[in-house]
């Protein structure tokens, strides 16, 4: 891959205490790093020159000595060298922030964790155990302690010495299997460079005018529905107040885990949705004075993290992303602030957080999206050169499904529209986008129906009104599904043929590799891999086949499988990888991405390049890539001066 082989592992050990310390509820990395309590106690240094030498970590207790050594030997930003951390994103900074050094061959073993197996846990003491390595140690054994304290000096190099060794350790298990390693690694470094080398701008008004404003919410609400907050988010004293105003029947309950009957408002429980339509004021009110003061402080908290982010990072806001924080490689967010989950719908208030988000001074947010790009990786899979031709002419299949489904009139809502006609032409466009990707994953008609209750995946406030006047019935929700599935056919068949594959080579280990749809499934060492046309590999631990009566069930760690799920699973990595190669391809030519979400690319550039900056993106994302062929790739976007969802 390029990167130079020796090795050089770090991990510095700082002091934290009860009230000083990272975590989830606690303080950010940049907050923690940039504290005036910072204070380093040493740094643990493992330095592997060859493949056949191997040597063990050591404990410095200045690590400027060590460092500048290190400088010494592969130079000014340990560029002859590549340096090797778990969770780089805390030492990294620290090398930054600090030292002023910034490795440009770096790898973070909790990245290749992630990229192994996304939802199991991580840490380096989780993976010691998985890797049968030596164990961690306890860290709360070093609580309080300061630099100098000899009593805990020889424990602590030794545990950071183990924490060293255990790093390299996981470098060697995990590398190897490391796909696509050229794109993988540089993706790596990406997402680091989001975070502790930020470029976008915040608005640090905007953001305190929006925090006081979610905090005046609340308290129109509770005065609305005439409580108090601890009246409001109180179990027992909320269901008092219900069971005031409702009779006893009629109260929202449901059972736990251990059956026990508590409250049902969860946001997906249907018995809430029953709650905010009921006919009587006062439950309304009340409802929406208990979903004010459990939600509102979460994004109060929120906006507050990103505020205080942007001033510790000299006024640029970090951007925490996980490198494949989902099973399908896709990024997800971090660091309690999750700029992956910014959205354009419901609370006026809400809409409001991603225009926090700003260029810097004289430049220009490029906002660039694939369009339709899991609908048409589910149809290229799949083969259907009827719906890739569509594509190709540039039909709105969204628009065109609705239309059949519903026998009338669908295309985008125009901006000459008058907003009724607007209104019913989005309505039933969203019906077809819903059904479209939904009935693609092989959603039944229960869960569609459920899903235009809720408002869909994009929650579509217009679905939920056509629920409530009875023009969308489960009746009418079996006859798309049915519609859906003569009309597709081959989607069907894609569901039946990775399932079928799938199983094959999970019953029979040692059965050569099953290839369909430009996949290669294949079973090693308890996992079933699907190898996916990007040469990416997708990992199902511990699979096996199960039959109860005639029934074949495939179970995983993490849950069931079967065909829509691996379609659903295979389209999202596809559409990842997608997005992966545009961002590398953009920086290719020179522009800087720093930021991106889900198929979405965030490009900066200068006010003066900007359009040209646009032209190229959209030419990117509309780049069919070398082990794609025949797959349709459209792409549209914007200028603008706010991040706009």
């Known amino acids: 891959c390029g990167y130079p082989l020796p090795v050089v592992v770090l991990d510095f050990e700082c002091f934290f205490d009860a009230q000083y310390q990272m975590g989830k509820g606690k303080m950010s990395t940049w907050e923690y790093v940039t504290d005036s309590r910072y204070e380093e106690l040493g740094v643990a240094c493992l330095i592997h020159e060859h493949p056949y030498s191997r040597h063990d970590a050591s404990f410095w207790v200045d690590p400027r000595s060590q460092l500048t050594y290190l400088q010494q030997e592969y130079g000014q930003n340990l560029e002859r060298c590549t340096v090797v951390i778990h969770n780089a994103p805390f030492d990294a900074l620290i090398l930054l922030l600090k030292y002023q050094i910034d490795p440009p061959y770096l790898i973070d073993t909790l990245n290749l964790c992630r990229h192994i197996d996304s939802r199991a846990q991580n840490k380096l003491a989780k993976v010691c155990e998985r890797l049968h390595l030596p164990a961690k140690g306890d860290t709360n054994e070093f609580k309080g302690v300061h630099r100098g304290d000899e009593s805990k000096a020889l424990a602590l190099a030794s545990y950071a010495c183990g924490d060293g060794n255990n790093t390299m350790g996981v470098l060697e298990a995990y590398l190897p299997m490391l796909s696509r390693p050229n794109d993988e690694l540089r993706l790596m470094r990406h997402t680091l460079d989001l975070f502790i080398r930020p470029t ?281 599904v049915e519609f859906y599935r003569r009309r597709f056919a081959l989607i069907p068949k894609l569901w039946y043929d990775l399932e079928r594959a799938f199983k094959w080579v999970t019953r029979y280990q040692d059965a050569e590799p099953q290839q369909t749809h430009g996949l290669t499934f294949s079973h090693v060492s308890g996992t079933t891999l699907v190898a996916l046309p990007s040469g990416r590999v997708l990992r199902y631990p511990h699979a096996a086949v199960t039959c109860a009566g005639q029934r074949e069930t495939i179970r995983y760690r993490w849950g069931k499988l079967w065909g829509g799920v691996l379609v659903e699973n295979v389209v999202q990595a596809i559409s990842r990888d997608i997005l992966g190669d545009a961002v590398l391809g953009l920086e290719d030519r020179g522009w800087h991405v720093p930021h991106h979400v889900h198929d979405e690319t965030i490009a900066l550039a200068d006010a003066d390049q900007a359009d040209r900056c646009l032209a190229e993106s959209i030419a990117v994302l509309r780049l069919r890539p070398a082990w794609a062929p025949g797959l349709p790739l459209d792409a549209e976007g914007k200028i603008s001066e706010r991040y706009e969802k």
């Open 200 to 480: 976008l701008g915040f608005d640090q008004g905007g953001a305190a005018k929006l925090a006081v404003s979610m905090g005046e919410r609340v308290t129109e609400k509770l005065a609305a529905a005439g409580i108090t907050r601890k009246q409001a988010s109180g179990d027992k004293s909320f269901e008092s107040l219900l069971a005031a105003v409702l009779p006893a029947d009629g109260m929202p309950l449901k059972a736990d885990k251990n059956g026990k009957s508590i409250l049902a408002l969860a946001k997906d429980d249907p018995q809430l949705r029953a709650m905010q339509r009921h006919p009587n004021p006062k439950v309304r009110n009340l409802i929406a004075a208990r979903q004010a003061v459990e939600s509102w402080p979460l994004h109060i908290r929120r906006v507050e993290s990103m505020a205080r982010m942007s001033r510790l990072a000299g006024g640029c806001l970090p951007v925490p992303l996980k490198y494949c924080g989902a099973h399908t490689g896709r990024w997800s967010g971090d660091e309690a602030i999750n700029l992956h989950n910014l959205t354009n719908r419901g609370n006026d208030l809400l809409r409001q957080i991603p225009s926090l988000i700003l260029a810097p001074p004289g430049c220009k947010l490029v906002i660039t999206d694939s369009a339709q790009i899991e609908a048409r990786v589910t149809d290229w899979l799949a083969g259907d050169a009827a719906s890739l031709r569509d594509w190709e002419a540039g039909i709105d299949q969204y628009s065109l499904l609705a239309a059949d489904m519903l026998s009338a009139p669908c295309r985008k809502p125009r901006k000459t529209d008058p907003p009724p006609v607007a209104k019913t032409f989005k309505l039933r466009r969203d019906i077809g986008k819903i059904c479209k990707l939904g009935l693609g994953y092989g959603m039944g008609a229960d869960r569609l129906f459920s899903n235009m209750e809720l408002g869909g995946p994009q929650r579509v406030a217009e679905i939920i009104e056509q629920v409530e006047l009875g023009q969308i019935n489960p009746q009418m929700c079996e006859a798309w």
